[in-house]
């Protein structure tokens, strides 16, 4: 069972970077990719990317100019940095588990954090 | 990129109908396809992976079919804790994407 926990600023101001945290409990970190989800409100979801431990990663490119993911496997966090944000960029952000080795699906995911971009 | 299309947008429903939702891939994803089921103020959750694999833990009156372009998801019996926001996402390349959602309520 996989246990997923998002932190970090709440309110961004247009043109900041915003910046979120994921902490995970996993019985092996490795044997997941570590995705971010978003979800403006009242609309669908859209996926940002992607990050194995080893440090590979993919992102959507939509938003590839503007997205770097990262993760501490010490402190099993992964993290999301999005620059030059403007209000489009505000959303409930989640992060999510799957499965490095099956094609299995979001299997577990946190409980989300809702990103306003606000001057 | 491929594009995710579900049908329709919105249901509505009774308790022990059945219900089917469409979901349809801009091309071939073989069976990578996967089903989730989002409430109000909560993450989605996977009900079916693989085009036809139920998750773990949940119950057997969610059934997935489909290969290639086409995919259904069933719910045999809707039970009143069913009514909620129903996704499809394909998993066969990135970027993964999700189709626009159906809302099925009363």
């Known amino acids: 069972q996989v246990q997923l926990q998002e932190s970090g600023r709440r309110l961004v101001k247009p043109s900041e970077t915003l910046s979120l945290n994921c902490s995970v409990s996993a019985d092996s970190i490795s044997s997941y990719y570590w995705n971010w989800i978003r979800q403006p409100a009242g609309k669908g979801l859209e996926w940002i990317g992607r990050?194995?431990?080893?440090?590979?990663?993919d992102y959507n490119p939509s938003l590839k100019s503007r997205v770097t993911m990262s993760v501490d496997t010490s402190k099993t966090q992964f993290s999301l940095r999005l620059s030059s944000v403007t209000a489009a960029d505000t959303a409930v952000y989640y992060c999510?588990?799957?499965?490095?080795?099956?094609?299995?699906?979001?299997?577990?995911w946190g409980q989300g954090t809702l990103v306003t971009v606000s001057s | 990129d491929i594009q995710m299309t579900q049908s329709p947008s919105s249901l509505s429903a009774s308790v022990g109908d059945r219900v089917v939702v469409t979901c349809r891939a801009s091309q071939s994803i073989s069976i990578y396809l996967n089903w989730y089921q989002q409430k109000p103020g909560k993450a989605p959750k996977l009900l079916i992976y693989s085009a036809s694999n139920l998750q773990s833990g949940i119950p057997s009156r969610f059934s997935g079919s489909g290969s290639g372009t086409d995919f259904t998801l069933t719910i045999s019996s809707l039970q009143p804790e069913d009514f909620a926001t129903f996704y499809c996402q394909q998993s066969y390349s990135i970027p993964p994407a999700f189709g626009q959602g159906t809302k099925v309520e009363v």
């Open positions: 999510a588990s799957e499965s490095y080795y099956d094609n299995t699906g979001f299997d577990d």
């Open positions: 990050i194995h431990t080893s440090g590979s990663t």
